[in-house]
């Protein structure tokens, strides 16, 4: 696609359950990487991924987390029993190989009531 | 630890007033720095940096890495108020592939 497309955009959902949120990188982009930004804080890391594999999930906040990418393009964030603590933007971002320019989705604003 | 240090935190600046944004890591294995826009959730991409002494320029925007001294600059010139966002720096480095982020300076521009 032209971009890095995230949906949903925004996700309000009460505490205790499961959310799923979807991240569908540029075309031919090998690399995806998850971040999370609360209210007024800078970018946390989660998780990349190099074509469908993780090697490094230790951004992971708990083990409600967890991420997944299937035929090396869309990648799904899953939290699971949600918390209040979860609220944020989840951004997600490609680029065309490891340490190369990575562009941004708009992100999915998740609110738990 | 490999950490980013953006310095101000938050500038309040008028129209038509040059600035410079700051940018010190610390990061082993240093591969690139770059440098992001925010204005609403998604960060657009503005740099990629990778070797000492050479100026990156787009428009009124250019930034200039040195690898020696462990910083970046940012310079914005006759800012404008569509210039106010939030400016992110962040590093690929150590044995990791992920961005490293630093936590942004927050940049207004008054009329």
């Known amino acids: 696609g032209a971009g890095v497309s995230q949906s949903p955009s925004n996700k309000v959902t009460e505490k205790g359950k499961d959310v799923e949120l979807r991240c569908d990188p540029i075309s031919g982009h090998t690399a995806l990487y998850w971040y999370r930004q609360s209210l007024g804080q800078g970018l946390e890391f989660l998780i990349y991924?190099?074509?469908?594999?993780?090697?490094?999930k230790s951004g992971l906040p708990s083990d409600r987390f967890s991420a997944e990418r299937t035929g090396g393009s869309v990648s799904t964030l899953t939290i699971q029993r949600t918390q209040q603590e979860d609220s944020a933007v989840y951004l997600c971002a490609s680029s065309l190989a490891l340490r190369t320019e990575a562009f941004f989705g708009q992100g999915t604003r998740l609110t738990v009531v | 630890e490999d950490k980013v240090v953006q310095s101000p935190l938050s500038l309040v600046v008028h129209e038509g007033d040059t600035v410079t944004l700051n940018c010190s890591y610390e990061?082993?294995?240093?591969?690139?720095l770059l440098w992001y826009k925010q204005e609403k959730k998604a960060p657009t991409f503005l740099f990629m940096l990778t070797s000492s002494g050479i100026e990156k320029k787009s428009g009124r925007l250019s930034s200039i890495l040195d690898k020696k001294e462990l910083f970046s600059i940012l310079n914005i010139t006759a800012t404008q108020t569509g210039d106010s966002a939030i400016y992110l720096c962040?590093?690929?480095?150590?044995?990791?592939?992920?961005?490293?982020f630093g936590k942004g300076t927050k940049l207004s521009v008054k009329p």
């Open positions: 991924f190099q074509g469908n594999s993780a090697p490094d």
């Open positions: 990061v082993t294995n240093f591969r690139s």
């Open positions: 962040a590093l690929y480095g150590g044995s990791q592939g992920n961005l490293i």
